[in-house]
């Protein structure tokens, strides 16, 4: 094939009405699709059909199984891949949470975007027609996933409880920029997020809907280190959607899809290394037990691309949907780093970055004759966890208190003002306090404060 007229890497799109339009409806469809899966599942005391489905994958809560009803026994044919060869590497080329619960409600059903459901058969027909062009089937099947679903790629589909909320499992789905978009994809640790780009911004977060994103994104990833000198990096090209919006009992979701696309103007690079990954995966996230826990159901496929075998994609894609729920992690992450930013403008602002972050050195020799005791657990400290106190870049972050290594919490947060491909992380210590205080903030709080501008 003639690449002389590609661009690699692919630049911003300009999407023309219809088609932003056409990307919406496929959007709305998939996650309308999923809902409408989930609803009957539940309705089947989530019990599945063994003729149909086979279990295939399960951790902790959450089960994923496999459509068996229509594959086919092949034998994989010996042959040579594009996968057994070693490559170099990829070219280098804020209004806050409403504490009236019924003004909250109001404003979420007015304000959150509406998943458009089903509609008539002729009109299902011409609309499932304009998706040919992003890469569609032909034709007016009733499911707009089959119409995407390559011939004998099984769908895959896994059910489960796990703890969390909502509206944080929303939070952890938005990822509006390049920087939150590769934060969320590392989350995988068995794949590296090489280069990460929007490419189309059909629609944002809003203080009204702050949780809602639609846009097209392309994403290459490195395999681990184990299996990267002979397995080829992959790409993708997705159509990517979150939100929270209501199901037919008008209880609110949050959703979260990832949706392959064809796009002329982002080719097949396999000239350029990379081999295309083609999946399809919408995460339905309800609330359970009053919302001290989430019941999650996803569903899609995936194709690695190459000569992995459809077992093998399966699996691996069964795989990703039982790790999934850890995602969550990231909403915590985002209120972590955001109390960060909010207490250094308020010391900044007030003059006053030298109290709490240090003492004077008669104060701090004051404070460890008064001080053995952990402040969290009232264990008493180690000498080395007291030396913290003549430190000041010892302790937690947030409150500078010096706790004992068992109420330490150290996660990876970005470096203030880190962006660009490959974004430095720095391990940060927070009290056990502190993090189940940034916990327990409305995620709404937090999103609706830290709107990108």
């Known amino acids: 094939m003639d690449n002389s007229g590609v661009v690699y890497p692919p630049t911003p799109l300009e999407l023309s009405p219809e088609d932003a339009r056409i990307i919406e409806m496929i959007a709305d469809r998939l996650v309308a699709e999923t809902l409408h899966a989930s609803e009957d599942f539940a309705a089947l005391r989530h019990v599945v059909d063994p003729s149909s489905w086979k279990r295939i994958k399960e951790k902790d809560s959450i089960v994923a199984y496999q459509n068996i009803s229509d594959l086919r026994s092949t034998k994989r044919e010996r042959v040579w891949s594009e996968d057994t060869v070693v490559v170099a590497a990829s070219p280098q080329n804020p209004t806050f949470y409403p504490s009236n619960r019924s003004l909250e409600d109001d404003m979420f059903r007015e304000g959150f975007h509406n998943i458009d459901d089903y509609d008539s058969e002729d009109e299902r027909g011409l609309h499932h027609d304009d998706f040919t062009k992003f890469g569609a089937k032909a034709g007016a099947e009733i499911s707009v996933l089959e119409k995407f679903r390559p011939a004998n790629v099984p769908t895959v589909f896994s059910h489960g409880v796990v703890p ?21 994809f590392n989350t995988n640790k068995d794949n590296l997020v090489e280069d990460m780009r929007i490419l189309a ?10 949780f809602r994103f639609l846009g097209i994104k392309w994403c290459t990833s490195l395999p681990s280190r184990t299996v990267s000198l002979i397995v080829k990096p992959r790409d993708y090209l997705i159509i990517e959607a979150t939100g929270m919006a209501l199901d037919s009992n008008g209880e609110r979701f949050s959703y979260l899809l990832n949706h392959s696309i064809e796009l002329d103007q982002v080719p097949d690079f396999r000239d350029f290394g990379l081999v295309r990954t083609v999946f399809s995966a919408c995460h339905i996230m309800k609330p359970y037990q009053n919302g001290e826990a989430v019941d999650a159901y996803s569903k899609g496929f995936l194709t690695i691309g190459g000569n992995f075998s459809v077992r093998l994609s ?7 949907l039982i790790t999934f729920p850890r995602v969550l992690e990231e909403s915590y992450l985002k209120k972590l780093a955001w109390l960060m930013h909010d207490q250094h403008r308020w010391s900044s602002s007030s003059g006053s970055a030298s109290e709490g972050s240090s003492f004077s050195s008669n104060g701090s020799r004051s404070l460890l004759d008064k001080v053995g005791n952990c402040p969290c657990c009232h264990g008493k400290l180690s000498s080395r966890r007291r030396g913290g106190f003549m430190d000041k870049n010892l302790g937690c972050r947030l409150c500078r208190k010096v706790v004992c290594h068992k109420c330490t919490v150290k996660k990876m947060l970005p470096v203030d003002g880190a962006r660009g491909r490959h974004m430095k992380k720095k391990e940060r210590e927070f009290c056990l306090d502190c993090y189940l ?14 709107l990108t501008k």
């Open 164 to 184: 969390g909320t909502v509206e944080d499992m929303a939070f952890a789905f938005l990822a509006d920029t390049d920087e939150r978009s590769r934060t969320r």
């Open 201 to 210: 911004h059909i629609q944002g977060p809003t203080k009204e809907d702050p």
């Open 314 to 320: 399966a699996i691996q894609f069964a795989e990703g």
């Open 437 to 450: 205080k940034a916990k327990r903030l409305p995620a709404w709080q937090v999103a609706v404060a830290t």
